[in-house]
């Protein structure tokens, strides 16, 4: 059987060594669902448009689940050639059906057992903690297994297309922010730009002398608010978020993990002129349409911590319209990976007599449900695939038509090809693993909108904006922090302000707190 051991070193991104990239690739060995979930939604939907990758490679994950698939396939194709070659050498009279069924169960068991260890043993070798640096020597340093289905022009796109520093994310469901986990805190504000007072004499005879009674008070002489754009005011939070909280700051108070970076969010609908079910080929050359006019922009404000097993991310919008700022803040979070993935970190660094002794016995307890395991699940449509002319044809659904002579199946078909969940979301556990965890999830988002609150009031003050009205609101905004907002992961519950909400549940979802 092929050991799946021969590895390419990669010009990785700076998360390929991320403890997260090691646990998702650990992860494709230890689930099968998960598996070929990582296999669909970057190998079979490649027409997709990849997520962004926050905190994690997708390449290797992509690569080991590719690796895994292998040795499961190279499995069964060693029995089904045992299986015929027993057949045949009992049909010749060579072997009597006591000796061929023998020859079965024996290779029932040795091709379960060799595939158990070459997968021990690249857990062991491979996935076990690096250094965290590529090329290091020892334990994950980023490097994968190689695959012909791996090919450089897929490679070149997922690493293209995960990339959220500034470029374009291409969504293909309700949320635009996909790959950022679960939202966990949103509001939204809208304030007038008024000019600053001008400090003007009032006519009063002294000092903090009340007016008299039934005087009309002047209305005060305002400065003229300095314009300014979008562009101008992003560019200005980004720069001073960087430096307040990493770049310019003592080091015991920097957030390492830190990164501050603008996207734009659109979505990637292609019509498909006289064509059903189209072939990669096909797709290449088309133009993937912005629907509805759904773009938009917001500045990414992302934290991570845990060795990018925690990822907190705030999305920041604004807009000017009418004389009126409007101010988008959106706060989600990527929870800790699966704890089962974990499990890589428990194996033994050598596989030795007696743990291979246990492997043995183990496969012969477990040779009959694994004979089976990999033919559940089989559909018909997936074994359609296997069909000379069925392959790389993309299936596009279709909307529910209600026209009364069905007329939608004369109608041009759309394919959407923007991104719908991340091979790390996929991955995210239903529960925090620590107690700190969820408490550094509510103090990152915090600090971050803190600053940002700060931060635009100075960009207000150096416009000669009056900052009354976003006093107020700042404090509203501070004050209700709670009420609108979801800590709670599974079973960990946080209560904020008396407030108790759900992580990853409807409530973050739906309350929206315009202060």
């Known amino acids: 059987m092929s050991t799946d051991t021969d590895t390419v070193t990669v010009t990785a991104p700076p998360n390929a060594a991320s403890d997260a990239t090691r646990l998702l690739c650990a992860g494709t060995y230890f689930d099968p669902v998960y598996r070929a979930a990582v296999l669909r939604e970057l190998l079979t939907h490649r027409y997709r448009v990849v997520a962004p990758s926050y905190g994690y490679d997708a390449v290797p994950v992509l690569a080991h689940a590719l690796a895994a698939r292998r040795l499961q396939r190279v499995r ?45 043993q690249l857990l062991v070798s491979r996935l076990r903690p690096g250094t965290g640096t590529p090329g290091a020597t ?64 009032d006519g009063r005879h002294g000092p903090g002398a009340p007016a008299a009674p039934g005087a009309n008070v002047p209305e005060p002489k305002r400065k003229e ?75 990414c404000i992302r934290v991570g911590s845990w060795e990018q097993e925690l990822v907190t991310t705030a999305f ?28 890589v970190d428990r194996l033994p660094a050598a596989l030795d007599g007696g743990l291979l002794l246990k492997l043995a016995w183990h496969t012969l307890r477990g040779s009959s449900g694994s004979a089976v395991r990999p033919l559940r699940g089989k559909s ?6 296997l069909l000379p002319w069925r392959k790389n044809r993309i299936e596009v659904p279709q909307p529910a038509d209600s026209s009364e002579f069905g007329l939608g199946r004369y109608a041009d078909a759309m394919l959407n090809r923007g991104a719908v969940t991340s091979v790390r979301e996929m991955a995210t556990s239903a529960t925090f693993h620590h107690f700190f965890q969820e408490t550094d999830t509510i103090k990152y988002t915090q600090i971050v909108e803190r600053q940002l609150l700060q931060i635009v009031r100075d960009f207000l003050y150096e416009h000669n904006v009056d900052l009354t009205e976003h006093e107020a609101r700042q404090m509203n905004i501070l004050n209700n922090y709670g009420h609108n907002n979801s800590f709670v992961n599974g079973n960990n519950n946080t209560t904020n302000s008396g407030t108790q909400n759900q992580f990853g549940g409807s409530a973050g979802a739906k309350g929206t707190g315009s202060a």
Not at 274 to 289: A, K
């Open 316 to 343: 920041v919008g604004f807009d000017l319209k009418g004389n009126t700022l409007h101010t988008e803040f959106y706060s989600y979070v990527l929870g800790p990976i699966k704890k089962s993935f974990r499990l």
């Open 76 to 120: 069964l194709a060693v029995l089904a050639a045992g299986a015929v070659l027993t057949y045949l050498l009992m049909a010749i009279g060579f072997l009597n059906g006591f000796t061929a069924v023998l020859v079965l169960l024996w290779l029932l068991w040795a091709t379960a057992y060799f595939r158990r260890l070459v997968t021990l």
């Open 225 to 299: 608010v300095i314009p300014f754009t979008v562009e101008e005011m992003t560019g200005y939070v980004a720069d001073r978020m960087a430096a307040r909280l990493r770049d310019q700051t003592r080091p015991e108070e920097r957030i390492d993990g830190l990164a501050v970076e603008e996207s734009t969010f659109t979505t990637a609908v292609t019509t498909l002129r006289g064509v059903t079910e189209p072939t990669l080929d096909q797709l290449d050359g088309r133009d993937r349409e912005d629907a509805y006019d759904a773009g938009r922009s917001y500045l």
């Open 138 to 201: 020892s334990g994950f340093d980023g490097a994968y297994p190689e695959h012909p289905q791996l090919t450089p022009d897929l490679v070149s796109k997922i690493k293209r297309e995960q990339a959220s520093d500034g470029t374009l994310v291409r969504y293909g469901g309700y949320k635009p922010f996909v790959g950022a986990g679960e939202q966990v805190r949103r509001w939204a504000n809208a304030e007038l730009l008024i000019g600053a007072p001008l400090p003007v004499f």
């Open 380 to 385: 018909g449509s997936q074994l359609s695939e």
